[in-house]
């Protein structure tokens, strides 16, 4: 079985300050890793995801995320954030075996970016 | 642009009624999912689809069926719903290929008075 621990519901920071949401995953097996994020009244967008290779990567509007395999973690950073980044962000991990790619999702770390 | 279309934004129902979601993707994706989410308890999934006319139980089924008789629609039937099944309802869909990230729809917000 695998899971993903969000530990922090909410994380509120100041405009154009760093920001981390952590991200941690238990799996018997190797996995496949994803951060949604969830703008208000909307669904969710995948931002990036880690599949193999460098271990750090990046989204198009400047988050990165890096995997480490001995902690298990894969958490979600900005160097300055924005008003517009305000949202809620899902971590994911789904397995690599056969049959189907069971995806389990976090319970989401809610940004709040305070002007 | 591609995308997932849920066909209601808000729904209002009444206890007993039998609520029918639906889902329609226009990507020519495998797979479909159906997930409800809830505050503090994230996304689970309720039912998924392969491909057309197949389904599998995901993790809470219990209340819900669904149907997928072409490739593009993914419907969720409540068959007689209940207050606890008030929630957001997300659809997604994913190529045949594990590695792929889902794309959602905007989801329904779903309230059983």
């Known amino acids: 079985a695998q899971s993903v621990t969000q530990l922090d519901s909410q994380v509120p920071v100041f405009e154009e300050a760093p920001v981390e949401l952590r991200c941690n995953y238990s799996?018997?097996?190797?996995?496949?890793l994803f951060w949604y994020v969830q703008y208000p009244n909307q669904g969710l967008q995948l931002l990036l995801k880690?599949?193999?290779?460098?271990?750090l990567v990046e989204s198009i509007n400047g988050f990165e995320a890096e995997f480490n395999k001995s902690q298990t973690s894969f958490h979600l950073r900005k160097p300055s954030v924005h008003i517009s980044d305000t949202a809620e962000y899902f971590c994911?991990?789904?397995?690599?075996?056969?049959?189907?790619?069971?995806?389990?999702f976090g319970t989401g770390t809610k940004l709040q970016v305070i002007p | 642009d591609v995308k997932v279309t849920q066909s209601s934004r808000y729904l209002v129902k009444r206890t007993g009624e039998k609520v029918f979601l639906e889902c329609v993707q226009d990507?020519?994706?495998?797979?479909m999912f159906w997930y409800r989410q809830d505050p503090g308890l994230g996304l689970r999934l309720i039912y998924f689809?392969?491909?057309?006319?197949?389904?599998e139980k995901g993790d809470i089924p219990e209340g819900y069926s669904v149907s997928r008789e072409k490739k593009e629609r993914f419907s969720l039937i409540l068959e007689s719903a209940s207050t606890n099944q008030t929630s957001m309802y997300l659809c997604?869909?994913?190529?045949?290929?594990?590695?792929?990230?889902?794309?959602f729809g905007s989801g329904t917000r779903l309230t059983v008075v």
């Open positions: 997604a869909s994913r190529p045949g290929t594990r590695n792929y990230g889902y794309t």
């Open positions: 799996s018997s097996v190797s996995v496949y």
């Open positions: 880690y599949l193999s290779g460098s271990t």
């Open positions: 994911a991990v789904s397995d690599r075996t056969g049959g189907y790619q069971k995806v389990t």
């Open positions: 990507m020519d994706h495998e797979n």
């Open positions: 689809s392969y491909d057309v006319k197949m389904k």
